[in-house]
């Protein structure tokens, strides 16, 4: 069993068709993305429309639950800015799309070797708000999966690739496809780096493994389609690739 597991895309469709092309070339039987997918970049409907045509597990992330609900369930706070983007993509999401993303599942589990499993979600299995850093202590870490019946663990959310083994199983995040900055939690126009992130879980009878893969895409094209976009407070993304 080989998974790709995407995660965070944030409307970057440019960067999504990059890891999508390196994906194919790896054999993968599945896909899973752990959300945020479609809210803060140029293309929201593009997105959406990738990945209607993929066969691919979807996992709600908080940015995708808040742009369908408009109600900020974490701690960060939002800033009309912010609520200015939201509008902006819920203006170019058809009802469809917009059923679409409101069908993203909470948690997804995918059986992989015998009675193994991984445990697939956006933040922590409780809480797509959870974040799970590197720098945190284990015993900060290791309550997030207990009670959970997955043998392996894999989240988005914190756009930081990482590994990290307990017992006889792991916890890993692919990190982003749409947003790669360089710190854990970046200033506001901390630089953004020119490729896509995702990782390759393979699970054969006696091993597995996790790749971490970098996928360099177009910054040219998506800082073309975002000045034609129309969507409003572009100085994050041009500031943040001009870095």
Same mark, same amino acid.
């Given at each position: 069993?080989?998974?790709? +597991? ?6 970057? =469709?440019?960067?999504? @068709?990059?890891? %999508?092309?390196?994906?194919? !070339?790896?054999? &993968? ?88 499993? +991984? ?6 299995? =409780?809480?797509?708000? @959870?974040?799970? %850093?590197?720098?945190?202590? !284990?015993?900060? &870490? ?102």
């Amino acid at each position: 069993m080989r998974i790709a +597991v995407i995660s965070d895309i944030h409307g970057n =469709a440019v960067a999504l @068709d990059a890891a %999508l092309a390196d994906i194919a !070339s790896q054999g &993968v039987d599945k896909i899973v993305c752990l959300g945020d997918a479609i809210q803060w970049g140029p293309q929201p409907t593009e997105t959406v429309h990738r990945l209607r045509g993929l066969p691919c597990a979807l996992v709600m992330g908080n940015t995708d639950a808040w742009l369908l609900s408009g109600q900020e369930t974490g701690n960060e706070g939002v800033t009309p800015a912010q609520e200015e983007v939201r509008q902006w993509s819920l203006d170019h999401l058809s009802e469809a799309d917009r059923a679409f993303i409101a069908a993203f599942a909470p948690t997804v589990c995918i059986a992989v070797t015998g009675d193994d499993t +991984v445990l697939c979600f956006h933040g922590s299995p =409780a809480s797509f708000d @959870d974040i799970i %850093l590197p720098t945190m202590p !284990s015993d900060e &870490v290791f309550p997030f999966f207990q009670g959970q019946d997955a043998r392996w663990f894999v989240g988005g959310h914190t756009h930081v690739q990482q590994l990290r083994s307990f017992s006889d199983g792991f916890f890993f995040n692919p990190g982003s496809i749409g947003v790669v900055y360089r710190d854990d939690r970046p200033d506001e126009y901390a630089r953004l780096e020119p490729w896509a992130e995702y990782a390759l879980l393979t699970a054969r009878e006696t091993t597995v493994s996790v790749e971490f893969r970098r996928v360099p895409f177009d910054v040219a094209q998506l800082m073309t389609i975002a000045r034609q976009s129309g969507r409003p407070h572009l100085d994050r993304i041009l500031q943040g690739y001009a870095t």
